[in-house]
């Protein structure tokens, strides 16, 4: 029976900081966020009964536009923060230029989009924040256009990246929730008119409604940046360990003429900029769980390798993985042995590049595949070798091999252990495939000698050809009296 498909591949790990997120935003947009107390029936002020719930719509038109930024996000986080601060400062240069008269007009266009319209109340909307990330955003361009830097920044400052991409579009989320001014009585004419002035106020209803869209999005947002951010990740993973010169800097020229055009598509057109959105969400999520499985496979056999030698170097790796998950533990009290392993070739058992754990239990092999919300399962490796033949273990030099001769089963490790492997090969109980190959190289050496010596026998017999036809015709010239000779010797006098 076919395995049904599975859309979930983040941790444990990755919900609770995502939860945790979400939980810190919503409270800070509740508590600290400003709420003029006023009265919705007020005769001097009849504007305020018109605006009342009419920033709904505002906030709708907002969240749009945070979809939108969450997509552009999730391709490039660091230059999406990096447009905004700009897109910010722009929107305050009544405050930071307010004699550069076409910062003005940019700024009254900007005015028109909800969105970018409150952008300006964003932290980072201020110079110093604007260059600063200009400059990051560049060296993450050059970091990532080296496939040894993007092996390396992988497993240390893309994570920083995600995770602060992540966080910016989970506040964004509570934007609008933050930015409502709650409508009821109040006493104070003053801070009824000053309520008034800043124009973004709604009842009680709406602003619950505003939570729960403010929740929804953050939730909803958070998935699709996931998604699409792992996606992009892949990619460029894929790029770095692709032995082609050069393809590193394609991805990334690809990857910011994308970005930019969805900046642009941002302020030009909103509504085409959330269409185009969607249309990269659902491709994202179409194409997450294949390229999750190969984002599994890269970092496991390249990154951590690599990282390892440079941050650990000349330190063992232990033969339970760092990695190797809870559950795993739980399942498997004092565990000797759990190395990440995946299959060259898809199996009844598991699928092509799916990562399973090997493990030693009652002193064999097992493959264990344990994945979030899912029931641990477990077969022993005498499953994919259903003829018994003798397995090996083969170190090559992107990673290691355990294989059956005939290739019949063939899973790939990192090479991680490839200083401690005569102990390695006593845990799994196999023998190394070095033997195989030198067998091979003798027995393609004694078949060079043996072809060696036809031709030698084959030279000797024309040689000896020869020499029998050139004593026949010393014969015939010289008579009895010939002397013997060789191949190459002349004689010295000539029959004129």
């Known amino acids: 029976m076919k395995e049904k498909k599975t859309w979930v591949f983040c941790t444990r790990k990755d919900l609770r900081i995502v939860a945790t997120m979400i939980v810190i935003c919503m409270s800070v947009a509740m508590l600290l966020g400003p709420k003029p107390v006023i009265h919705a029936d007020v005769p001097d002020l009849p504007e305020i009964e018109q605006n009342v719930n009419t920033t709904l719509m505002d906030s709708i038109e907002i969240y749009a536009g945070i979809f939108s930024t969450t997509v552009t996000s999730s391709v490039n986080p660091t230059a999406t923060l990096a447009a905004l601060a700009v897109i910010g400062v722009v929107e305050k240069s009544d405050v930071y230029a307010p004699n550069v008269a076409w910062l003005q007009s940019v700024a009254q266009f900007l005015d028109k989009i909800p969105f970018v319209r409150t952008i300006g109340d964003l932290p980072i909307s201020n110079p110093v924040c604007a260059i600063l990330l200009i400059v990051i955003a560049l060296g993450m361009y050059l970091l990532h256009s080296g496939a040894v830097s993007k092996l390396v920044t992988e497993a240390s400052v893309d994570k920083v990246e995600k995770w602060v991409g992540m966080f910016v579009t989970i506040a964004l989320s509570f934007f609008p929730l933050a930015t409502s001014h709650v409508v009821t009585h109040a006493a104070s004419d003053d801070l009824l008119m000053r309520a008034a002035q800043e124009g973004h106020y709604v009842t009680i209803g709406t602003y619950l409604v505003i ?286």
């Not at 003429?257 to 509504?271: D, E, G, N, T, Y």
């Not at 018994?388 to 083969?394: A, F, G, I, R, V």
Request: charged share 30%; with cysteine.
């Open 211 to 496: 939570l729960v869209l403010s929740l929804t999005s953050a939730v909803f947002n958070a998935i699709v940046y996931y998604c699409i951010y792992r996606c992009i990740d892949t990619v460029e993973l894929v790029a770095a360990v692709i032995p082609l010169k050069g393809m590193n800097i394609i991805v990334q020229i690809v990857e910011a003429i994308l970005h930019v055009l969805l900046v642009i598509l941002q302020v030009f057109s909103p509504f085409l900029s959330v269409a185009i959105s969607v249309i990269l969400m659902i491709i994202g999520l179409l194409l997450f769980h294949k390229l999750s499985m190969l984002y599994d496979y890269y970092r496991y056999i390249y990154v951590h390798p690599i990282w390892r030698g440079i941050v650990r170097h000349g330190e063992k790796a232990p033969f339970v993985h760092e990695k190797f998950p809870k559950r795993g533990f739980k399942k498997y009290p004092g565990v000797q042995l759990a190395i990440p392993t995946f299959s060259a070739k898809r199996t009844a058992q598991i699928r092509k590049k799916e990562l399973v754990w090997l493990i030693i239990k009652e002193e064999k092999p097992y493959l264990v595949r344990i994945r979030p919300f899912r029931r641990v399962k477990e077969f022993p490796l005498s499953d994919l070798n259903v003829n018994s033949e003798t397995l090996y273990l083969q170190k090559r030099f992107r990673f290691t091999r355990i294989m059956t001769e005939n290739h019949e089963v063939e899973l790939i490790i990192s090479n991680e252990y490839s200083h401690q492997w005569n102990e390695l090969l006593n845990k799994l109980q196999m023998i190394d495939y070095r033997i195989i190959e030198e067998e091979r190289e003798r027995v393609k050496e004694e078949a060079k000698e043996a072809k060696e010596a036809v031709r030698r026998a084959k030279r000797e017999a024309v040689e000896r050809e020869w020499e029998g036809k050139l004593g026949r015709l010393m014969e015939k010239l010289y008579g009895a009296e010939r002397v013997p000779v060789t191949v190459g010797e002349l004689p010295e006098n000539r029959v004129s």
